[in-house]
């Protein structure tokens, strides 16, 4: 397999946790406990425990993938996650809004755009990559349902030094 | 996050620091130079 040489850092959507941390206002994974550095870029890591069943299935059918490699790896599922376009809708139209990621498990979940550079993986409808860094937050102030909803974006974009826009269409604009 | 299956590996490039912008020449002085003497080289 060969790769692609790419000039420029792509831009991708995805969504973010946003929430405060020890008193600092965080973007977060979704899914991980993965934290995104607010001074440089988050670097990819594969979080593969070699304990795991899933970890020993994959190895069982998939004998060209090493234990511990640099991510992301092609025939694996690490790297940082971002989509050519936003599969959900809703995401464009309630920005931010809080989603139920477990049984007793509310977050604040906020779309934007991020930059994906480095090793990266391309899919048909995204990319895995290697380093990331957010470029954009989208709010749409006629839509906050949470107190104090406005107060921790503008916190999280001062922080991480990025522009919250309020119309999907400038969003799309930076991808 | 479902983003379909793999197509291909790519290498993009990194992000690149804003460039620093060299400092611009010198404006040529708009005071009368004064005239140049030949100068006497011993032998």
């Known amino acids: ?175 | 996050m479902n983003i379909g299956e793999p197509i291909r590996e790519l290498e993009v490039e990194p992000l690149l620091e804003p460039a620093v912008m060299p400092a611009a020449p010198a404006e040529p002085s708009a005071a009368p130079q004064p005239d140049c003497e030949p100068v006497e080289v011993p032998d």
């Open chain 1, 1 to 175: 397999l060969t790769s692609s040489l790419v000039v420029g850092p792509l831009r991708a959507f995805r969504c973010w946790r946003v929430e405060w941390q020890d008193g600092r206002p965080v973007l977060g994974s979704l899914f991980h406990s993965t934290v995104w550095p607010a001074d440089g870029p988050l670097r990819a890591t594969c979080e593969r425990r070699p304990g795991s069943l899933a970890s020993w299935i994959r190895r069982r059918f998939s004998r060209s993938i090493e234990t511990h490699h640099p991510a992301p790896a092609w025939g694996c599922e690490c790297g940082i996650y971002a989509m050519t376009r936003l599969e959900d809708d809703e995401d464009l139209t309630v920005s931010p809004h809080i989603c139920q990621r477990g049984p007793l498990d509310r977050v604040m979940r906020v779309a934007g755009v991020a930059q994906l550079w480095g090793r990266v993986v391309q899919h048909d409808r995204g990319y895995r990559a290697e380093y990331a860094r957010p470029l954009r937050l989208l709010t749409v102030p006629s839509l906050v349902r949470v107190r104090d909803t406005e107060g921790l974006l503008e916190a999280v974009a001062r922080r991480y030094r990025v522009p919250l826009v309020t119309r999907a269409e400038d969003l799309s604009r930076a991808a």
